[in-house]
């Protein structure tokens, strides 16, 4: 955490100083807004937070509810979900309050009793070591508050707008606002009045029933499973000797359970299967009584028994995989005529079932993509055409997801003696961990990923996949640390500079590329307004070959050194030397000639390239950058990154 370039700081440096439209914030939703967010929930919020950290854009976040959400039905975090907390800065803190899984426990009916229950196997969750991040359990609503408290230490001061709900909108296509949005007051003094304000963009994140979905015409498509389930957090006093492991639980009474702990010691979660649901249902088993579902679970567990104490939450719900064929609201003969103005994120474009953790997961992703895109749009660092590659990469993912849950889910509903092969679920659980640890999204080449011309040279790199982090040691400090944790969600392209054999200093590919980054014209640090800091918005940064002890930090070029605040103080955290006993070079598959490995602010791998390749990196740059920056072109307000 980079903090007193600007002055001594004494008060906590996770509040950055306020800047732009965080000076003179109204308290009340103004006429005019550059992004109009509509939901809180965690596709939402995680725009917003990200949107937080552009002073020069105007972002607001309304709700419907008067307040903070209290309780959330989503709980898993996967690990890929964790990294992104760690680029948003409260990683520690959540997993100190969360439950962690670390082992599956597989009950099945007993070979010799089939009316009881016995455990079959257990699978542990991350054998493969994907990830140095956990895998999680924790309320959404603790997500939530951790992004609020990003949000309103950005130098924006962001903070949610609650009672207003979403009416309509229309893009009229007319002036600096295009976007015309009506929303009414849901409390307050003036609840049941409504209002206009005008907008340049719109995210909908605003749940499986979206009004701004159906207001840009899309639709969710898809099918239900005929497959109901009970689900419910309790407090309960059983027997049963797993209750604190995650479970898949498969009995002979034809009923199964999916068992996840919750955060605190004591709660829990329970999918209860209730069956098959008939065509001529008409939504009658949603009238499920939380005492027949706890009833059910009774019957599930047998020998053992369950005493429910207390309900936090339940609900009754059939799985259904819905997916729009769109993200935006641009028209498939429109493309490319004209750039989208409302989007939509999260549940408002996916559903699917709750079961495998990945509702949160993929639409905070969804909130990561278009956040980053938006503000660099708005600031003038991309062009416009930047934002058709949200719907484009982001509907490629959830029909990925809504393909390994269908497959997920049906596994779940099967009764044991469906089976062709007794191990078969344990088996998809551990052979597929990867995809619903978050891992597998890889974005197909497009303006912001390069073709894999040079893949080769960083083969632990895959482009279009998220940046696997690896162990490295900070030069100036010696500090041992993982190299991705450095990154953080502040808008920035990271340039990670590969050296080869050479020592620091010595001439050579390192040497020259260095010299090009900073003077040459078609540098992408050439685009940086002067009146900012130099790295305010590309983060550039060198690992040698040597470990700490052998580079001399003053030999190193002054790129990887920036001047930064109003006294131009030296930052020397951005020169690395590798891990004696992990080294990045041979865990990530990197070439000992050099290379660059360039990533995208949502933290995927955008390009790989030759130390020599100025050019191809120029190239690349060009048609991401807007190509027009001047002072006058983002700089009003910005301010540069602090952490």
């Not at 709900?165 to 849901?186: A, R």
């Not at 939504?283 to 047998?302: C, P, S």
């Not at 040691?473 to 050296?499: E, S």
Request: proline share 6%; hydrophobic share 40%.
């Amino acid at each position: 955490m980079q903090f007193h370039h600007h002055g001594y700081v004494s008060g906590d440096p996770r509040v950055e100083p306020a800047a732009g439209v965080g000076l003179d914030r109204p308290a009340g939703l103004p006429d005019e807004v550059d992004v109009l967010i509509v939901g809180t929930g965690p596709a939402g919020m995680l725009t917003a937070a990200q949107l937080s950290q552009f002073p020069g854009v105007t972002t607001r976040i309304i709700e419907r509810r008067p307040g903070r959400l209290a309780i959330g039905q989503a709980d898993g975090i996967q690990a890929r979900s964790v990294e992104t907390f760690q680029a948003f800065g409260f990683a520690e803190r959540i997993i100190a309050e969360a439950y962690r899984i670390t082992e599956m426990a597989f009950w099945k009916p007993d070979p010799a009793d089939h009316s009881r229950i016995v455990r079959a196997a257990r699978a542990v969750d991350d054998p493969a070591g994907i990830s140095e991040f956990p895998h999680l359990i924790v309320n959404q609503a603790r997500v939530l508050d951790y992004f609020a408290e990003f949000m309103a230490n950005s130098p924006t001061r962001m903070v949610p707008d609650y009672g207003y709900e979403f009416l309509g909108l229309n893009v009229t296509g007319e002036g600096d606002y295009p976007v015309t949005v009506t929303l009414g007051h849901t409390s307050g003094p003036n609840e049941g009045q409504q209002r206009e304000i005008r907008a340049k963009y719109v995210v909908g994140a605003d749940g499986a029933r979206s009004k701004v979905r159906e207001s840009i015409g899309c639709h969710l498509a898809g099918d239900q499973a005929n497959h109901a389930w009970g689900v419910m957090d309790v407090l309960a006093v059983t027997d049963f000797p797993d209750i604190r492991t995650k479970c898949a639980i498969q009995s002979g009474s034809g009923g199964s359970i999916l068992l996840i702990p919750r955060e605190g010691g004591h709660l829990f979660r329970m999918y209860v299967d209730l069956g098959e649901v008939t065509a001529n249902d008409h939504g009658a088993v949603r009238k499920t009584t939380i005492e027949q579902i706890i009833a059910k679970a009774n019957d599930i567990l047998h020998p053992y028994t369950l005493d429910v104490r207390n309900v936090a939450w339940h609900s009754v719900y059939e799985v259904g995989h819905r997916l729009t064929d769109r993200f935006d609201d641009v028209l498939p003969a429109e493309r490319g005529t004209r750039t989208p103005r409302v989007f939509i994120t999260g549940d408002a474009c996916h559903t699917h079932s709750a079961k495998a953790g990945q509702g949160m997961n993929v639409s905070m992703q969804d909130g990561f993509n278009i956040g980053w895109k938006l503000g660099h749009v708005l600031e003038g660092r991309s062009p416009e055409s930047l934002l058709d590659t949200y719907s484009a990469e982001r509907q490629v993912v959830a029909k990925n997801l809504i393909d390994f849950d269908k497959e997920w889910s049906t596994l779940m509903a099967k009764k044991p003696e469906e089976f062709k092969d007794p191990t078969e679920l344990e088996t998809f659980y551990t052979s597929t961990a990867e995809f619903p640890a978050g891992f597998m999204t890889q974005y197909a080449p497009s303006m912001v990923v390069a073709e894999a011309a040079h893949q080769e040279l960083a083969t632990g790199f895959p482009l279009g996949k998220r940046f696997k982090s690896a162990p490295v040691q900070r030069v100036c400090d010696t500090n041992p640390m993982h190299l991705g944790h450095h990154a953080k969600a502040d808008g920035r392209w990271r340039i990670y500079v590969f050296a080869d054999a050479n020592p620091a200093g010595a001439p050579g590919a390192v040497a020259d590329l260095a010299q090009w980054l900073e003077t040459a014209p078609d540098s992408p640090l050439a685009a940086t307004p002067s009146s900012l800091d130099r790295d305010a918005w590309f983060d550039v940064k060198v690992i040698y070959q040597q470990d700490h002890t052998g580079v001399d930090i003053n030999a190193v070029p002054a790129v990887f050194k920036p001047s930064v605040g109003p006294f131009e103080l030296t930052y020397l955290e951005k020169v690395f030397g590798t891990d004696p006993g992990n080294d990045i070079f041979d865990a990530r598959g990197l070439s000992r000639e050099g290379v660059v490995v360039v990533v995208r602010p949502d933290q995927y791998v955008a390009n790989i390239l030759p130390l020599t390749a100025t050019a191809e990196l120029a190239e690349f740059f060009r048609t991401v950058l807007s190509g027009h920056h001047t002072e006058s072109a983002a700089a009003d307000g910005l301010v540069s990154n602090q952490a």
